[in-house]
């Protein structure tokens, strides 16, 4: 089992800056996928964007170059710096880790942090 805990959310202006991050327990796989969803009022959970162990990284198009996803394997934890912050970032944000294991798939999900980007 894994229990994720984000931390960092709030509300912000538009144009600025905050650091999500997500502590995980339990134990963490090399091959476990970390990352961060959103979801907006009305809307369907979303990926924003992934990391895996090795450091490599994939984005949803429109947090490329404002976002960036980091992970601290020693720590077990993933975070994820927002920059240039828009109104239409504004959801729940959620930590993820995808673990793939003897052909099943298994995700476990954090309680959720709120970030508002206001006008």
């Known amino acids: 089992q894994v229990h994720l805990v984000e931390s960092g959310g709030g509300l912000v202006q538009v144009g600025g800056s905050l650091r999500l991050s997500c502590a995980a327990s339990g134990s963490i796989f090399k091959t476990d996928v970390m990352a961060w969803y959103r979801q907006a009022p009305g809307k369907q959970r979303d990926l924003v964007a992934g990391i895996t162990y090795g450091g490599s990284t994939n984005y949803e198009d429109s947090v490329k170059g404002r976002f960036t996803i980091s992970r601290d394997n020693a720590k077990n934890t993933v975070h994820l710096q927002m920059n240039s912050l828009k109104p239409e970032d504004t959801a729940v944000y959620y930590c993820?880790?995808?673990?793939?294991?003897?052909?099943?798939?298994?995700?476990?999900w954090g309680q959720g942090t709120q970030v508002t980007v206001s006008s």
């Open positions: 993820n880790v995808l673990r793939r294991l003897l052909g099943s798939s298994y995700n476990y």
